[in-house]
């Protein structure tokens, strides 16, 4: 089997170098992770228009507070002033915002600002917009098997029905299509448990460019690569 070429329906990016963006310019980190913001406001406009029908975007995964805690303190006061200053225009634009990952340790005023940012773009029908705030891809599927785990503790459904399908429906993006493209910038060449389910057939994309120089003509060149590969999905070419 294979797929039709053009725009993918789910893009998802690992926006890497920040930091060294900044400390290229004798700036600190911060001043890197202020950028990458400017950037995400870009290329999220520009999905849109693109008619990408869903833009994850790694923010802070699980393994980011093992950083200096003044960098720390600066992602999350990052993040508050994202979802005050963005939430609006995001909105007014038709983008659903959807966070994924395990936000219940964030600050209790953090989490109520994610729960009324998702509750005022929920019924918005386009760009769906997923970003991961305290997401690893190892814990997305943990607390998916423990969940169906219960389920069929509870008697709610039998062992023979635990099924790649039910088990995807209860993870973090289960209403979503898995993702079609990945694009990781920065230089690095891994994947930084990133989604690990529902990249399994993915296309992967890696750039040098540090996050806040990507732009629009360098998300093309992503999706270029994208078409430029057949994708079979394990089969053959036919």
Request: positive net charge.
């Amino acid at each position: 089997m294979t797929q039709k070429r053009g725009i993918p329906s789910h893009v998802a990016i690992i926006m890497d170098g920040n930091g060294r963006w900044a400390q290229q310019r004798n700036q600190l980190r911060a001043v890197g992770h202020r950028a990458g913001l400017k950037t995400v406001r870009k290329i999220v406009a520009y999905a849109a228009t693109l008619k990408v029908k869903v833009l994850t975007l790694y923010a802070f995964s699980s393994e980011n507070w093992r950083r200096p805690p003044n960098e720390v303190s600066a992602l999350i006061s990052l993040f508050i002033y994202a979802l005050k200053r963005e939430i609006k225009s995001l909105n007014k634009n038709n983008v659903r915002l959807n966070i994924i990952g395990d936000i219940s340790r964030f600050s209790d005023n953090l989490q109520n600002m994610i729960i009324q940012a998702q509750n005022l773009t929920k019924n918005n029908s386009g760009l769906v917009l997923n970003i991961a705030a305290n997401y690893g891809g190892r814990w997305d599927i943990l607390q998916s098997a423990k969940k169906m785990a219960t389920q069929v503790t509870n008697g709610e459904i039998t062992l023979d029905e635990v099924t790649e399908d039910r088990f995807a429906s209860i993870m973090c993006m289960g209403e979503f299509p898995d993702v079609d493209l990945v694009i990781r910038t920065g230089g690095e060449y891994r994947i930084s448990n990133f989604l690990l389910w529902q990249i399994a057939y993915s296309e992967l994309y890696f750039t040098d460019t540090l996050w806040p120089d990507f732009n629009q003509t360098l998300f093309d060149e992503a999706i270029n690569a994208f078409n430029a590969r057949e994708r079979r999905f394990g089969g053959i070419r036919n």
